[in-house]
């Protein structure tokens, strides 16, 4: 790669950028989803799926149940978004006698309570945004064994904060209680282990750390979740389920197919943004995440700015940044959109336009942030900020 980067800078937290290799994955000839040539693609999907949510490893070929492993999880490819993928483990593992416990600190995590919230009895532990959980308290709550399960937003992007999510899943498992982990923005690029963990059902969304396209995810869910979803099935016979129906769909992954038509050239594109994910090594991707997102931190931070999330949680897939000047910090992320190519999103809800967010997951190389950075630089001495020199390519080394 080259040592300058000169096109656009893309530091939107998904969807990422799309490489070469995945636009030609997504342009492949028109195929049917019952098909040899389709099963082939999906017992690829799902081995190599296995490798972004850090499960045990398995085959890529075809008719070898590629979507299972010797950890007890499996693997299935869901034809829409991460939310609907979450809408998919909530509403086949549950029913409205379950209780469920969601702590929050930011905009996904309360989706997560409002998905539970038409299919479960909620508990919606509301924080502060940016702000870590108060594990005593979860642990509190969980011990009154009035509670089914907790359910998370792993890496809260709105926020720019990371769970702990092994702390957590110890503190459900002492309780017996499920753990359900909402991994859209964090599988692929930090450390996610649900095994050890003892998380029950995980999600990914294929447009965020993997760099895959948008519009489908996958789950990864335990033996014991797919157990407690039999049963659950079995009591209740009528649930408000049809087209993300995980029954069929576990079904059909065990032949490499999926139960309704899905997304095809999206299957084939997030194929090839997995091969470069396996071809740089998962961790080599949390390693790089984390570098570019320590170096956004310390760049901003020595030139004065305040960071949003707590500092121990702070997320290595995207950074919240408080805006110097909060009057001028959204016609400053126009300009830089519009007169440097730089796209940076802003916040969310009450938190809009007083934050923006820097997002360091999928293939964001150290070249283009370098250069992003500097144009942001600039973008900020337009506006009448002063900032001394500084040298941005010493902060990611």
């Known amino acids: 790669m080259a040592d300058k980067w000169d096109g656009p800078c893309w530091f939107i937290p998904g969807p990422t950028w799309l490489t070469p290799a995945v636009l030609e994955g997504l342009a492949q000839s028109t195929m049917t989803h019952r098909s040899p040539e389709f099963k082939v693609v999906m ?41 609907a993928a979450m809408e998919m483990i909530i509403a086949n ?10 702590p ?3 905009k996904f995590g309360e989706r997560v309570a409002q998905i539970c919230n038409n299919f479960t009895q909620v508990t919606h532990l509301k924080g502060e945004w940016g702000r870590e959980f108060d594990l005593d308290e979860i642990d509190t709550m969980l011990s009154s064994k009035q509670f089914n399960a907790i359910a998370i937003c792993h890496n809260e992007t709105s926020s720019g904060i990371t769970q702990d999510a092994e702390e957590i ?19 692929g690029g930090l450390p996610v282990h649900p095994d050890s ?21 996958a789950v990864a869910i335990s033996e014991s979740y797919v157990q407690k979803m039999i049963e659950n099935r079995e009591k209740n016979e009528t649930l408000p389920i049809y087209y993300l129906d995980l029954v069929q769909a576990l079904k059909k992954a065990a032949d ?10 999206l299957c084939t594109g997030w194929v090839a943004a997995l091969r470069e994910q396996d071809e740089e090594g998962i961790e080599n991707r949390w390693e790089r995440c984390e570098m570019l997102a320590k170096g956004v931190r310390s760049l901003f931070t020595e030139i004065g700015f305040e960071l949003f999330a707590d500092e121990k949680q702070r997320s290595n897939t995207v950074t919240a940044i408080l805006y110097p000047e909060p009057e001028w910090g959204e016609k400053w992320r126009r300009w830089m959109a519009i007169e440097k190519n730089t796209h940076i999103i802003g916040g969310q809800d009450h938190v809009k336009g007083r934050i923006f967010r820097v997002g360091s997951m999928g293939v964001t ?15 900020f001495k337009h506006f009448g900020m002063k900032i001394p020199k500084i040298d941005v390519e010493s902060h990611f080394r």
């Open 43 to 83: 017992a690829e999907l799902h081995g190599r799926l296995r490798h972004s949510f850090a499960l045990s490893p398995t085959t890529i070929e075809k008719g070898q149940q590629s979507h299972e492993g010797e950890d007890g999880y499996s693997v299935v490819v869901v034809s829409g978004s991460g939310t």
């Open 93 to 102: 593992r549950f029913d409205f006698e379950d209780k469920v416990l969601v």
């Open 104 to 106: 929050t600190n930011g």
């Open 169 to 187: 899943g110890k503190i459900a498992n002492k309780h017996g209680v499920s753990y359900i982990l909402d991994g859209i923005t964090s599988v």
């Open 197 to 217: 963990w003892n998380a029950e059902a995980v999600v990914v969304g294929g447009q965020k750390c993997t760099a895959g396209p948008s519009g489908i995810s």
């Open 256 to 265: 490499d197919q999926t139960p309704w038509t899905p997304a095809i050239n």
């Open 365 to 379: 190389s150290r070249e283009e942030m370098i250069e992003g950075c500097k144009r942001m630089i600039e973008g």
